[in-house]
Protein backbone atom coordinates (compact mmCIF):
# COMPACT_ATOMS: atom_id res chain seq x y z
CA UNK A 1 0.00 0.00 0.00
CA UNK A 2 2.80 2.44 1.50
CA UNK A 3 4.97 1.58 -2.28
CA UNK A 4 2.03 2.10 -4.58
CA UNK A 5 1.34 5.79 -2.65
CA UNK A 6 4.69 6.35 -2.68
CA UNK A 7 4.41 5.74 -6.88
CA UNK A 8 1.54 7.69 -7.33
CA UNK A 9 3.09 10.80 -5.15
CA UNK A 10 6.89 10.45 -7.77
CA UNK A 11 4.35 10.39 -10.48
CA UNK A 12 2.45 12.91 -10.03
CA UNK A 13 5.31 14.77 -9.37
CA UNK A 14 7.17 13.75 -12.92
CA UNK A 15 3.89 15.32 -14.34
CA UNK A 16 3.97 18.78 -12.76
CA UNK A 17 7.71 19.03 -13.74
CA UNK A 18 7.58 18.12 -17.08
CA UNK A 19 4.11 19.80 -18.07
CA UNK A 20 4.62 22.92 -15.76
CA UNK A 21 8.36 22.98 -15.47
CA UNK A 22 9.59 22.09 -18.10
CA UNK A 23 6.83 22.93 -20.60
CA UNK A 24 7.15 19.60 -22.55
CA UNK A 25 4.99 18.25 -25.27
CA UNK A 26 4.59 14.54 -26.73
CA UNK A 27 3.84 13.85 -30.22
CA UNK A 28 2.68 10.49 -30.44
CA UNK A 29 3.00 7.65 -28.22
CA UNK A 30 4.95 4.49 -27.00
CA UNK A 31 3.03 1.05 -26.96
CA UNK A 32 2.97 -0.90 -23.70
CA UNK A 33 2.89 -4.72 -23.83
CA UNK A 34 5.00 -5.36 -26.31
CA UNK A 35 9.18 -5.58 -26.36
CA UNK A 36 10.76 -3.11 -28.77
CA UNK A 37 14.10 -0.49 -28.67
CA UNK A 38 13.91 2.90 -28.08
CA UNK A 39 16.66 5.04 -30.06
CA UNK A 40 16.80 8.75 -28.19
CA UNK A 41 18.60 11.61 -30.45
CA UNK A 42 20.14 13.85 -29.75
CA UNK A 43 22.61 13.21 -26.76
CA UNK A 44 23.26 16.87 -25.03
CA UNK A 45 24.17 16.53 -21.33
CA UNK A 46 23.15 14.94 -18.38
CA UNK A 47 20.00 17.10 -18.97
CA UNK A 48 18.77 14.35 -21.30
CA UNK A 49 19.09 12.00 -18.66
CA UNK A 50 16.78 13.90 -16.44
CA UNK A 51 13.79 13.98 -19.23
CA UNK A 52 14.40 10.58 -19.42
CA UNK A 53 13.70 9.82 -16.09
CA UNK A 54 10.91 11.76 -15.28
CA UNK A 55 9.37 10.30 -19.15
CA UNK A 56 9.69 6.68 -17.36
CA UNK A 57 8.08 7.64 -14.17
CA UNK A 58 5.25 9.59 -15.65
CA UNK A 59 4.59 7.09 -17.98
CA UNK A 60 4.91 3.94 -15.86
CA UNK A 61 6.33 1.92 -18.76
CA UNK A 62 9.40 -0.42 -17.39
CA UNK A 63 12.15 1.41 -19.57
CA UNK A 64 15.89 0.17 -19.17
CA UNK A 65 18.90 1.50 -20.07
CA UNK A 66 22.83 0.23 -20.06
CA UNK A 67 25.30 2.05 -18.71
CA UNK A 68 29.22 1.98 -18.39
CA UNK A 69 29.94 -0.42 -15.18
CA UNK A 70 31.79 2.71 -13.80
CA UNK A 71 28.54 4.40 -12.81
CA UNK A 72 27.20 1.61 -10.85
CA UNK A 73 30.05 2.11 -7.81
CA UNK A 74 28.58 1.63 -4.57
CA UNK A 75 27.46 5.60 -4.07
CA UNK A 76 25.39 5.88 -7.08
CA UNK A 77 24.31 1.67 -7.78
CA UNK A 78 21.12 1.53 -6.30
CA UNK A 79 19.96 5.12 -7.57
CA UNK A 80 20.92 4.07 -11.20
CA UNK A 81 19.48 0.77 -10.80
CA UNK A 82 16.18 2.51 -9.40
CA UNK A 83 16.20 4.48 -12.92
CA UNK A 84 16.25 1.28 -15.19
CA UNK A 85 20.07 1.47 -15.19
CA UNK A 86 22.03 -2.21 -16.34
CA UNK A 87 25.62 -2.06 -15.59
CA UNK A 88 27.96 -3.53 -18.33
CA UNK A 89 31.42 -4.15 -19.34
CA UNK A 90 32.08 -2.24 -22.28
CA UNK A 91 35.35 -4.58 -22.81
CA UNK A 92 33.48 -7.58 -23.36
CA UNK A 93 31.10 -6.56 -26.44
CA UNK A 94 30.50 -10.64 -26.88
CA UNK A 95 29.29 -10.81 -22.83
CA UNK A 96 27.39 -7.53 -23.25
CA UNK A 97 24.86 -8.70 -26.44
CA UNK A 98 24.63 -12.01 -24.63
CA UNK A 99 23.12 -10.47 -21.43
CA UNK A 100 20.71 -7.61 -22.58
CA UNK A 101 19.40 -10.78 -25.53
CA UNK A 102 19.19 -13.06 -22.07
CA UNK A 103 17.28 -10.28 -20.43
CA UNK A 104 15.20 -9.86 -23.16
CA UNK A 105 14.45 -13.75 -23.47
CA UNK A 106 13.91 -13.32 -19.71
CA UNK A 107 11.35 -10.77 -19.90
CA UNK A 108 13.56 -9.03 -17.74
CA UNK A 109 13.90 -6.25 -19.94
CA UNK A 110 10.50 -5.16 -22.22
CA UNK A 111 11.85 -1.76 -23.75
CA UNK A 112 15.54 -0.80 -23.92
CA UNK A 113 16.79 2.95 -24.40
CA UNK A 114 19.85 3.49 -26.23
CA UNK A 115 21.90 6.59 -27.74
CA UNK A 116 23.05 5.24 -31.34
CA UNK A 117 25.36 8.59 -31.29
CA UNK A 118 27.15 7.43 -28.09
CA UNK A 119 28.85 10.42 -27.64
CA UNK A 120 27.05 13.92 -26.43
CA UNK A 121 26.57 16.14 -29.47
CA UNK A 122 28.56 19.66 -29.19
CA UNK A 123 26.57 21.50 -31.58
CA UNK A 124 22.86 20.22 -31.07
CA UNK A 125 23.08 18.74 -34.39
CA UNK A 126 22.80 14.74 -35.19
CA UNK A 127 25.62 12.87 -34.98
CA UNK A 128 27.15 9.84 -36.79
CA UNK A 129 25.89 6.71 -35.16
CA UNK A 130 27.84 4.14 -33.70
CA UNK A 131 27.83 0.55 -34.53
CA UNK A 132 27.29 -1.23 -31.48
CA UNK A 133 23.62 -0.10 -30.71
CA UNK A 134 22.51 -1.67 -33.94
CA UNK A 135 24.49 -5.37 -33.49
CA UNK A 136 22.51 -5.35 -30.31
CA UNK A 137 19.44 -4.78 -32.23
CA UNK A 138 20.53 -7.70 -34.75
CA UNK A 139 20.42 -10.17 -32.20
CA UNK A 140 16.90 -9.13 -30.43
CA UNK A 141 15.42 -8.86 -33.72
CA UNK A 142 12.70 -6.52 -31.95
CA UNK A 143 10.94 -2.95 -33.67
CA UNK A 144 12.86 0.14 -33.07
CA UNK A 145 11.29 3.07 -32.26
CA UNK A 146 13.17 6.52 -33.59
CA UNK A 147 12.81 9.14 -30.64
CA UNK A 148 14.16 12.81 -31.33
CA UNK A 149 14.26 15.49 -28.25
CA UNK A 150 13.54 18.96 -29.26
CA UNK A 151 14.66 22.07 -27.39
CA UNK A 152 16.71 19.84 -24.90
CA UNK A 153 19.98 21.31 -26.48
CA UNK A 154 18.85 24.61 -26.51
CA UNK A 155 17.91 24.56 -22.42
CA UNK A 156 20.85 23.13 -21.37
CA UNK A 157 23.82 23.95 -23.94
CA UNK A 158 27.25 22.31 -23.60
CA UNK A 159 29.69 24.40 -20.50
CA UNK A 160 26.32 26.09 -19.38
CA UNK A 161 25.53 25.43 -15.31
CA UNK A 162 22.27 26.48 -15.45
CA UNK A 163 19.51 25.81 -17.97
CA UNK A 164 17.77 28.05 -20.18
CA UNK A 165 13.96 28.85 -20.42
CA UNK A 166 12.48 27.26 -23.16
CA UNK A 167 9.88 24.07 -23.85
CA UNK A 168 10.91 20.37 -24.78
CA UNK A 169 8.91 18.41 -27.63
CA UNK A 170 9.72 14.52 -27.50
CA UNK A 171 8.45 12.94 -31.27
CA UNK A 172 7.95 9.11 -30.98
CA UNK A 173 8.28 8.45 -34.56
CA UNK A 174 6.95 5.11 -36.38
CA UNK A 175 8.01 2.28 -35.06
CA UNK A 176 10.72 0.39 -37.51
CA UNK A 177 10.28 -3.57 -37.88
CA UNK A 178 13.08 -5.85 -38.12
CA UNK A 179 11.82 -7.29 -41.57
CA UNK A 180 11.79 -3.65 -42.69
CA UNK A 181 15.86 -4.13 -42.53
CA UNK A 182 17.86 -6.95 -44.27
CA UNK A 183 20.82 -6.00 -42.10
CA UNK A 184 22.32 -3.61 -39.02
CA UNK A 185 23.47 -1.32 -41.34
CA UNK A 186 20.31 -0.97 -43.07
CA UNK A 187 18.43 -0.36 -40.10
CA UNK A 188 20.83 2.45 -39.05
CA UNK A 189 20.44 3.72 -41.74
CA UNK A 190 16.56 3.40 -41.79
CA UNK A 191 16.74 4.83 -37.82
CA UNK A 192 18.60 7.60 -39.25
CA UNK A 193 16.86 9.29 -42.41
CA UNK A 194 13.68 9.10 -40.16
CA UNK A 195 15.22 11.18 -37.65
CA UNK A 196 16.48 13.40 -40.19
CA UNK A 197 13.20 13.88 -42.03
CA UNK A 198 11.76 14.70 -38.98
CA UNK A 199 14.16 17.67 -38.24
CA UNK A 200 12.32 19.09 -41.10
CA UNK A 201 10.11 19.79 -39.55
CA UNK A 202 11.59 21.66 -35.87
CA UNK A 203 8.71 23.40 -33.94
CA UNK A 204 9.18 26.64 -33.72
CA UNK A 205 8.66 27.75 -30.19
CA UNK A 206 11.04 25.50 -28.19
CA UNK A 207 13.26 28.71 -27.41
CA UNK A 208 9.98 30.63 -26.11
Not at 161 to 178: F, H, N, Q, S, W
Request: aromatic content about 10%; some cysteine.
Amino acid sequence: MLKNICRQMIKALSKFILKKIICWKVIGSLPSNEKYVIAVVPHSSYFDLIIAVLIRTYSGLKIKFIGKKELFNPITSFFFKFLGGIPVDRSKNNNLVDGVVNLFNQNKIEILAIAPEGTRTKTGNLQEFKKGPFYLWEELNCPIIPIVLYGAFDMHPPQKYMTMPGRVYIRYLEAIKPEQAKSREEMSNLVRRAMLEDSLNTPEDICS
